[in-house]
Nanobody, 119 residues
Framework: QVQLVESGGGLVQAGGSLRLSCAAS????????MNWYRQAPGKERELVAVITSGGTTNYADSVRGRFTISRDNAKNTVYLQMNSLKPEDTAVYYC?????????????WGQGTQVTVSS
């Protein structure tokens, strides 16, 4: 069973920065894609950032230019560097990993980490 453990959340003022980490219990090479999602109170979970096994990245328009996703294969960890934070970035942030096999995609989720941005 794969475990994903997020860390790095907290309370920060608007304009500040945080770096989230997602540590996997197995090699992240085994995942085709790793993502960061977020869910604010009363809203649906939304995809924030994506990184493929080849290192290709993509971002939601709302965070593009402010957030950076990266991976450290040696540490089996994916990061989300968040700069110029806004109150609307307040949410629980979840790490997601997807491994595609002969039976289709298998998603794995972390427990989430709270990010609160004060105005």
């Amino acid at each position: 069973q794969v475990q994903l453990v997020e860390s790095g959340g907290g309370l920060v003022q608007a304009g500040g920065s945080l770096r989230l980490s997602c540590a996997a219990s197995r090699s992240i090479f085994s995942f085709n894609i790793m993502n960061w999602y977020r869910q604010a109170p009363g809203k649906e979970r939304e995809l924030v950032a994506v990184i493929t096994s080849g290192g290709t990245t993509n971002y939601a328009d709302s965070v593009r230019g402010r957030f950076t996703i990266s991976r450290d294969n040696a540490k089996n960890t994916v990061y989300l560097q968040m700069n110029s934070l806004k109150p609307e970035d307040t949410a629980v942030y979840y790490c997601n990993a997807v491994r595609t096999g002969p039976l289709g995609p298998s998603p794995y989720w972390g427990q989430g980490t709270q990010v609160t941005v004060s105005s």
